[in-house]
């Protein structure tokens, strides 16, 4: 079976500075949820887009089901952070979930019977298809987020990216948001980006830490085997060393 995610010593940098240094990464299985875990700037929005093809590394290999980033984005949903984004003009839940299957479509005024019967069971999936005629500016923030989350399904993904999908949601709205990871994962793979995972690490199979200066407690390191206990589950460290390294005789070249 072909892997979900193959990453061969990726190097990605912003201009001089290094964001992303001699990245190995694999992700065999197509079902579960694994937790990426980082400091703020550490890379883990970078390394979301490395995968959405967004972000080229200048070096180093990256494959999804076997295929470069471009030619595997339609197996891909993407849930990107809203963090304070205010919706001040009218757009419904229905209309936000359809926008959704434009990396099908492209853009079109008319969307075929096919895309929204996809945006119906994607909002079905998450339990909002009641609300597809409110304003998604009349929505929660817990309810936004599964709209946003419905809108990624639409593609009918294999692999679900979300970048902190927890932040800003009240424990409660959290507890239902990782319910409905727990669902999801047994259908696809899914990855989810945060800063903390305390309350998510009984949902979660695996974790991938982005860089280990978040681990230091009273300037000590604390070990792998330290966290996979707090965790209760397998922790790779995935990027080593200093961040932000800035290149030596860099060119500005790509
Ligand atoms: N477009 C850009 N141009 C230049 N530098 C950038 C750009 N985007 C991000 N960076 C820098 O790259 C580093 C990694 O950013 P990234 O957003 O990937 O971190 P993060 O781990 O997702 O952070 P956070 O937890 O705060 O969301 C940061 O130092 C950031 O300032």
């Given amino acids: 079976m072909e892997k979900v995610i193959e990453l061969k010593d990726v190097w990605v940098r912003y201009g001089n500075q290094i964001i992303l240094e001699a990245i190995n990464f694999e992700l065999k299985e197509p079902n579960g949820l694994l937790g990426i875990i980082g400091p703020n700037g550490g890379g883990k929005t970078t390394f979301l887009k490395v995968l959405l093809g967004l972000l080229k590394p200048y070096k180093g290999s990256v494959k999804l089901f076997g295929k470069t980033p471009e030619k ?4 891909i949903g993407y849930v990107p952070q809203y963090k304070g984004f205010d919706f001040d003009f009218p757009i419904s839940v229905w209309e936000v979930v ?31 298809f009641q609300y597809k005629d409110r304003q998604i500016g009349q929505l929660s923030g817990g309810q936004r987020q599964r709209v946003f989350i419905a809108r990624a399904l639409a593609t009918n993904p294999k692999l679900l990216l979300l970048d902190e999908p927890n932040s800003g949601l009240d424990p409660h709205m959290q507890e239902e948001l990782y319910r409905l990871l727990d669902r999801l994962k047994k259908e696809m793979a899914v990855i989810m980006v945060t800063h903390d995972l305390s309350a998510v690490s009984i949902y979660v199979d695996r974790i991938a830490c982005l860089n280990r200066t978040l681990h230091y407690h009273n300037s000590r390191e604390i070990p792998v085997e330290d966290l996979e206990a707090t965790y209760q589950c397998p922790v790779e460290l995935i990027a080593h060393g200093i961040p932000h390294r800035v290149l030596e005789n860099h060119k500005e070249n790509s």
């Fill in 72 to 75: 595997s984005r339609e197996l």
């Fill in 98 to 128: 359809l926008t959704g299957r434009m990396s099908h479509t492209g853009f079109r005024k008319k969307y075929r019977e096919e895309d929204k019967k996809a945006a119906e069971e994607a909002l079905k999936m998450v339990e909002m």
